[in-house]
């Protein structure tokens, strides 16, 4: 079991940014290879956002937010950030972070991830 946390969420207008953060409980780094974000507003199935290789640092982006969205992590920390730039109404929804256990990593689809953290809310005003 890996334990993820999310945080960071909030409100801002529309063109603002947000940082969020995924906290992953220590130890048992084997477990996940890569780690991720994905996001699922009200009455629709969640979807990609991002993912990253935990080794190699190389991200994967949806073309939603591609050139927006910046995804980041520090092995050192046991933390992944996304950082959210140019917000837009649409990007709005429960952002979720994610973990996997093998490669590859630059993979959205959602049966590939094996753990999953709460959601941090992330609300875009127009």
């Known amino acids: 079991q890996v334990a993820l946390v999310a945080s960071g969420g909030g409100s801002v207008q529309a063109g603002g940014s947000l940082t969020l953060s995924c906290a992953a409980a220590?130890?048992?780094?084997?477990?996940?290879?890569?780690m991720g974000w994905f996001r699922q507003a009200p009455g629709e199935e969640r979807r990609g956002v991002a993912s990253?290789?935990?080794?190699?640092?190389?991200?994967f982006y949806s073309d939603s937010v591609n050139g927006r969205f910046n995804i980041s992590r520090d092995n050192t920390k046991n933390r992944m950030y996304l950082q959210m730039n140019n917000l837009k109404p649409e990007d709005t929804a429960m952002y979720y972070c994610?973990?996997?256990?093998?490669?590859?990593?630059?993979?959205?689809?959602?049966?590939?991830?094996?753990?999953w953290g709460q959601g941090t809310q992330v609300t875009v005003s127009s």
């Open positions: 994610a973990a996997k256990s093998f490669y590859p990593c630059a993979t959205l689809e959602l049966n590939a991830w094996n753990y």
């Open positions: 220590p130890g048992r780094t084997y477990s996940r290879r890569c």
């Open positions: 990253i290789d935990l080794t190699r640092g190389s991200p």
